[in-house]
């Protein structure tokens, strides 16, 4: 039992990896109806900023970490601006093939500049585990879950309860409709762009912080798929839930079954609930009018 108890815990702090992609893949989806591809190579380039910020500028890990959120939100703004903006109102499967080939290029731009090998981090956080009792938690684990859940209950309070998060919250609902109350769309398509870009570039810090840098970093986004599908598309609180719960499921399934059964066993459960329920746990069902 109090192996259980620990392999939990384990497994709830490793979901919090997933928490804040999962945010910024809802942002965006909740503003612009745009899925995007993008969101791996969008924490991939900061976390190598990040590094770089580190070891050749010689940063403290705060100051560079504040570099590579701001490098990482410019990115995002110019994507945004250059590219997603001139295809407003396009099909979307041609939004979708437009942010695969954004991340293709980032992660190709990424591998000339900095290889394509795996670069370990320094070790800036604490390494000695922390024992709740005869419990044994990795501190890295531990640290980055209480700064993912202060970030994400900072941005969920952002989002409910300020002019801004009212602005993307009826630009959702009814595009048309805050259009004409006077929301600048455009303004809230780019803030809801660069939310998710700062969200991902902490995200990028995170993983990288656990799995080292490398371009092929962004393919811990398709792991967030299941929980985007497994809570719904439109919901903030649901992928925060879901996030921990797939994070839990892939630790106890590696500890009692095997590595195997991690990879695909979230998936199979995530089918089995998108049978009963399309829209996801907490999705939102939308009915158009023709």
Request: charged residues 10%; glycine residues 10%; contains cysteine.
């Amino acid at each position: 039992m109090l192996q259980f108890i620990e392999y939990s815990i384990i497994g709830i702090a490793s979901g919090g990896m997933y928490i804040l992609p999962a945010l910024g893949f809802v942002i965006i989806f909740k503003a612009t109806r745009v899925f995007n591809f993008a969101m791996g190579e969008m924490m991939m380039v900061p976390a190598f900023v990040f590094l770089w910020a580190l070891q050749v500028l010689g940063l403290h890990w705060t100051l560079a970490a504040l570099v590579a959120v701001a490098v990482g939100i410019c990115v995002v703004l110019v994507l945004e601006r250059f590219i997603m903006r001139r295809m407003i109102g396009r099909p979307v499967v041609v939004l979708v093939m437009v942010t695969l080939g954004m991340g293709s290029i980032l992660k190709g731009i990424a591998g000339l500049v900095w290889g394509h090998e795996i670069v370990t981090m320094p070790d800036f956080l604490p390494r000695a585990p922390i024992f709740i009792g005869d419990i044994l938690i990795p501190s890295k684990l531990a640290l980055t879950f209480i700064g993912v859940a202060i970030i994400a209950a900072g941005f969920i309070a952002y989002y409910r309860y300020s002019r801004a998060g009212l602005a993307i919250r009826a630009t959702a609902i009814d595009l048309i409709t805050a259009e004409g109350l006077g929301i600048n769309i455009r303004s809230v398509f780019t803030m809801a762009w660069a939310i998710a870009g700062a969200l991902a570039a902490i995200a990028g810090i995170i993983a990288g912080t656990v799995n080292g840098v490398s371009p092929q970093l962004g393919f811990v986004a398709l792991n967030v798929l299941a929980v985007i599908m497994l809570a719904g598309m439109t919901s903030v609180m649901g992928v925060v839930i879901s996030g921990i719960f797939i994070g839990w499921l892939e630790t106890i399934v590696g500890a009692y079954l095997s590595a195997s059964w991690q990879s695909f066993l979230p998936y199979i459960i995530v089918l089995l609930v998108m049978m009963v329920k399309p829209n996801g746990l907490f999705g939102e069902e939308r009915v158009e009018r023709i």
